[in-house]
Nanobody, 126 residues
Framework: QVQLVESGGGLVQAGDSLRLSCAAS????????MGWFRQAPGKEREFVAA????????YYPDSVKGRFTISRDNAKNTVYLQMNSLKSEDTAVYYC???????????????????WGQGTQVTVSS
């Protein structure tokens, strides 16, 4: 099983860009589909993006489609989340997840995922 460590969070202004990274330990990284979730204070955890094992398939909710891009580099055991045109409502703790199962269009925070990262804070000031 992999372990996940997110990085790249910080304080930015509305309209800025930020790239998050999620580094995985272990040799089985390419066996996992990867996803990103976020949780704002007082709100439920929300799905942000997912990418299949070799990066051929991605999925986004409408809230971030066209602004966020998920990618992965299996040689570096890392998944990325490029966030552009950030808004104040994007402020949240961002978590990456690893999942043997591909959830298609049903990446729910209540589903069973194999590994969660510890999260990285993203704050967007308006």
């Amino acid at each position: 099983q992999v372990q996940l460590v997110e990085s790249g969070g910080g304080l930015v202004q509305a309209g800025d860009s930020l790239r998050l990274s999620c580094a995985a330990s272990g040799r089985a990284f390419s066996s996992y589909n990867m996803g990103w979730f976020r949780q704002a204070p007082g709100k439920e955890r929300e799905f942000v993006a997912a990418i299949s094992r070799i990066g051929r398939t991605t999925y986004y909710p409408d809230s971030v489609k066209g602004r966020f891009t998920i990618s992965r580099d299996n040689a570096k055991n890392t998944v990325y989340l490029q966030m552009n045109s950030l808004k104040s409502e994007d402020t949240a703790v961002y978590y990456c997840v690893a999942s043997i199962r591909w959830y298609g269009s049903s990446w729910s925070p209540g589903a069973e995922y194999d590994v969660w990262g510890q999260g990285t804070q993203v704050t967007v000031s308006s």
